[in-house]
Nanobody, 124 residues
Framework: QVQLVESGGGLVQAGASLRLSCAAS????????MAWFRQASGKEREFVAA????????NYADSVKGRFTITRDRARNMLYLQMNLLKPEDTAVYYC?????????????????WGQGTQVTVSS
């Protein structure tokens, strides 16, 4: 089993920055793609950013491109999401996800493991 634990969420004002972290433990796979998704209240879970098994390919949702950066530290089994210039519409629960193949995906059903989520609230 793989456990994913997110941290770093909080309440911030518009324009601020936050850095989310995701710690992976348990039985890990290599290669493996990882991603961040988010779910706002009353809405479906949506893709935010993903990185492939090597961490050298990333892709982003258009809504966060240029503001968010996904990175991973394979040695520490960590995934990060640097979020800058936050907007109220970024408010959501953010989830870390992992799949047991190298290619990143934008589709949440293609991920095998999920964290419990961390709340990000951006006030205007």
């Amino acid at each position: 089993q793989v456990q994913l634990v997110e941290s770093g969420g909080g309440l911030v004002q518009a324009g601020a920055s936050l850095r989310l972290s995701c710690a992976a433990s348990g039985r890990t796979y290599s290669p493996d793609a990882m991603a961040w998704f988010r779910q706002a209240s009353g809405k479906e879970r949506e893709f935010v950013a993903a990185t492939n098994g090597n961490g050298d390919i990333t892709n982003y949702a258009d809504s966060v491109k240029g503001r968010f950066t996904i990175t991973r530290d394979r040695a520490r089994n960590m995934l990060y999401l640097q979020m800058n210039l936050l907007k109220p519409e970024d408010t959501a629960v953010y989830y870390c996800a992992r799949r047991v193949v190298a290619d990143a995906s934008r589709y949440f059903r293609e991920y095998d493991y999920w964290g419990q989520g961390t709340q990000v609230t951006v006030s205007s």
